[in-house]
């Protein structure tokens, strides 16, 4: 039997990228019932129409692909991107500043 050793390379992350119709009290129901589908799957959202989940092996990656093509509504567009482990440590994630108005700290009073 071979041994397949946990790695970087092994590991394995699945990104879901989508664009569904909202336009219609249909088409919104539609799009919450799939989104809530991908957080019963393990998803998390990382941004709006964009989620991830990490899986553990390829084999585990190919049944989560499966299920989101069973679930995929049958109008819009649903793209599923894999990456190894290794690939999304070099995730680089970058925020602007906010729109709130910085609460400046008063300057602190001395005695002598």
């Not at 879901?16 to 249909?26: A, E, G, S």
């Not at 393990?42 to 989620?51: C, R, T």
């Not at 990456?83 to 005695?111: C, H, M, N």
Request: overall charge positive.
């Amino acid at each position: 039997m071979t041994e397949h050793r946990l790695n970087s390379y092994h590991i394995m992350w699945l990104f879901v990228f989508f664009d569904l119709p909202v336009t219609t009290k249909k088409e919104r129901k539609i799009a919450t019932v799939f989104r809530k589908d991908l957080l019963k799957d393990g998803f998390v959202m990382m941004q709006f129409s964009v989620y991830i989940r990490h899986c553990a092996s390829h084999e585990s990656l190919v049944v989560h692909k499966r299920r989101i093509k069973m679930i995929m509504p049958a109008t819009g567009k649903v793209s599923m991107l894999a990456v190894t482990d290794k690939q999304y440590g070099d995730i680089e994630t970058v925020f602007g500043k906010s729109a709130k108005k910085e609460i400046r700290t008063p300057i602190q009073l001395e005695f002598f």
